[in-house]
């Protein structure tokens, strides 16, 4: 669901990105109540056309009986539609329609090593994580690995640099510039996997970490996962989420997506929604969420790209064939999760549950 929210606050962070800061209402508080790591869908129309993006909040998680802070980090996208308006436009006191947190790219703090490999605005919800898991958990410890286009286009400089200094023995930082010369002691150049496997074991033991949090570009989250499952590391401690998908590459798909890729003559899709079901015939070449669209305006979506994950229903029952799949774990889709935007029948009956 969507609420107007009113703009508190817009920061100029880089030349290319800014932080927007929302102003919750009381009645709203608990609404806006994120776990660290979660985002929010941004919503405005254009004659007539509706636009959605995703943006992570990157503020701490508020503790029991302190108010919420609302606050999005937004970078410019060559061509977006979102990004151009809102790094424009925004200002102190427009209202915009935003939606209640979700996602699954969190991190509950807890005692225990935790670690995270980022590249660019992938640093948004990692900060939240590690500046929540820092400020309420003493016996924890974090270790940021980031890497940027250059100092000038790093998000968050100020924020990150005041963890380091508050937490100088629980939270490790290295940074890695690919495009200009840095000063001794920081990484220089790209992070790809095999860099990343012979970095990260001199930085922390490896395997002695509880939790890995992978985010940002595709090349780099892929790169990352591989050296760390080269590297001994389980499937179950690394956590992705992908932030720019340009070309899909070879392989891409999810692991769901083992249906036959012929679609039927005829199928008709069963949905569940806010307690609600309904029935609806499937039209040639849609997807199953345009499907629900058509009938229900308030089913859940955000990127319609196969990377939020916003989408995600229970398949009860058929078969569908995912185009790609960037946001659910592997564990997810084998417990029959998919994604609605990138799911076409592959039966002539489907049911999906947006509610479970």
């Not at 925004?90 to 807890?110: C, H, K, S």
Request: charged content about 25%; aromatic content about 6%; overall charge negative.
């Amino acid at each position: 669901m969507f609420h107007p929210l009113r703009i508190s606050e817009v920061e100029r962070l880089t030349d290319d990105a800014v932080a927007v800061t929302f102003a919750v209402p009381p009645g709203l508080r608990d609404t806006f109540r994120h776990t660290p790591g979660q985002h929010v869908a941004l919503r405005r129309t254009v004659d007539g056309r509706e636009i959605r993006r995703t943006y992570s909040i990157c503020a701490p998680a508020a503790p029991a009986g302190a108010d919420p802070v609302l606050r999005v980090g937004i970078r410019l996208v060559e061509g977006g539609e979102f990004s151009t308006y809102a790094f424009k436009e925004f200002a102190v006191g427009d209202t915009v329609e935003v939606m209640e947190p979700t996602g699954r790219f969190v991190l509950e703090p807890r005692a225990g090593r935790f670690a995270a490999v980022v590249g660019g605005s992938g640093i948004t919800p990692v900060l939240s994580i590690a500046a929540t898991l820092l400020a309420r958990e003493p016996e924890a410890r974090f270790c940021l690995v980031r890497a940027d286009r250059s100092v000038s286009s790093t998000m968050f400089l100020e924020e990150v640099a005041d963890l380091k200094d508050r937490y100088p023995d629980r939270f490790q930082l290295v940074t890695a510039v690919s495009r200009e010369e840095q000063q001794a002691g920081l990484v220089s150049g790209r992070l790809d996997r095999e860099r990343l496997t012979s970095l990260l074991p001199a930085l922390l033991p490896v395997d002695a970490v509880d939790g890995w949090f992978l985010c940002g570009p595709l090349g780099l989250v892929t790169g990352a996962e591989r050296a760390l499952r080269g590297l001994g590391v389980p499937r179950r401690r690394i956590h992705q989420e992908i932030f720019h998908v340009d070309d899909v590459p070879a392989g891409a798909l999810s692991a769901a997506a083992t249906a036959t890729d012929r679609a039927p003559a005829v199928s008709t899709l069963t949905a569940t929604l806010d307690g609600r079901s309904g029935n609806w015939p499937v039209q040639d070449g849609e997807s199953l969420l345009e499907t629900v669209l058509r009938a229900r305006a308030d089913a859940p979506y955000a990127c319609k790209g196969g990377v939020c994950g916003t989408c995600r229903a229970f398949l009860v029952s058929g078969e569908v064939r995912m185009d790609r799949n960037f946001a659910l774990e592997p564990e997810e889709t084998e417990a029959g999760y998919v994604l609605a935007c990138q799911s076409h029948p592959a039966t002539a009956r489907v049911e999906l549950d947006f509610d479970r």
